[in-house]
């Protein structure tokens, strides 16, 4: 029977990427962000229109989440994997020039987004004792950086969030898994520098930096295990990433 993949932050990157990945597999998507846009044009591309619905939704507002989700037609209600992936990085600065907008735009997007969507969709996933529910978090919840400081926050969170999860589901057939990209290239790194788009090509300048379908082929894997298997995390770098020693100040 066709399944059915509710993906946000489908417009860019990661998101966009699986959306053509499930989309070739013959899911059933729905596909979640802000600019409605760019959902359309995605779904332009991949056809298949009855078996596409599209949310313009913005996962920070609560209500749109929880009212969204129950009007979502029939077929697209009953979610087999949801894909939380909208997120972002909002600068790098060090935590006492930061500027508390981002600091509070990041915690709305990456925390409670995931959560909103998460609390949404998993009672319909323990009734039918079926489900997934795959985050996606990051290097930056497990390794600290200068300049990380929220955002490797929120993704400790979801790091956290994830496994705890899984404690609550229990004896229930419903799957929870959190992948950790490090550096990948995508529009990460212009929405964190602000539409910077040198600044971004720094980034990942000289480098063979891991590509949005590198994590829709590993999102896919981990969703299409046998039903008993449960990725609880896996953490995947571009070979050209490693980390650094321990950093030492010396007057
Ligand atoms: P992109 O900037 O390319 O894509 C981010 C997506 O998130 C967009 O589709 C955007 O859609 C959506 N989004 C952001 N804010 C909201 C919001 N408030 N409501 C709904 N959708 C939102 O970046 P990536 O594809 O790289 O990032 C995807 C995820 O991967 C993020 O959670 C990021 O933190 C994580 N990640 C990225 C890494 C990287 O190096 N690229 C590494 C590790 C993790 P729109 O603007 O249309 O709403
Ligand atoms: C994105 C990877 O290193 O920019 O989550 O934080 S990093």
Known sequence: ??????????????????????????????????????????????????????????????????????????????????????????????????????????????IKGVTYLTRAVLPSMVERNSGHVINIGSTAGNWPYPGGNVYGGTKAFVQQFSRNLRADLLGTRVRVSNIEPGMAESEFSTVRFKGDEDKAAQVYAGTAPLTPEDIADIVFYVANLPPHVNVNTLEVMSIDQSWAPFAIHRE
Do not use: Y
């Open 1 to 110: 029977m066709k399944k059915t993949v509710l993906i946000t932050g489908a417009s860019s990157g990661f998101g966009q990427a699986c959306a053509r990945k499930f989309a070739a597999a013959g899911w059933r998507l729905v596909l979640a962000a802000r600019r409605s846009e760019r959902l359309e044009a995605l779904r332009t591309e991949l056809g298949g229109e009855s078996e596409i619905h599209l949310w313009p939704l913005d996962v920070r507002d609560r209500s749109a989440v929880a009212q969204g989700f129950e009007a979502l037609p029939a077929p697209f209600r009953t979610v087999d994997l949801l894909l939380n992936n909208a997120g972002l990085a909002l600068g790098l600065q060090p935590a006492w020039r930061t500027d508390l907008d981002d600091w509070e735009q990041m915690i709305d997007t990456n």
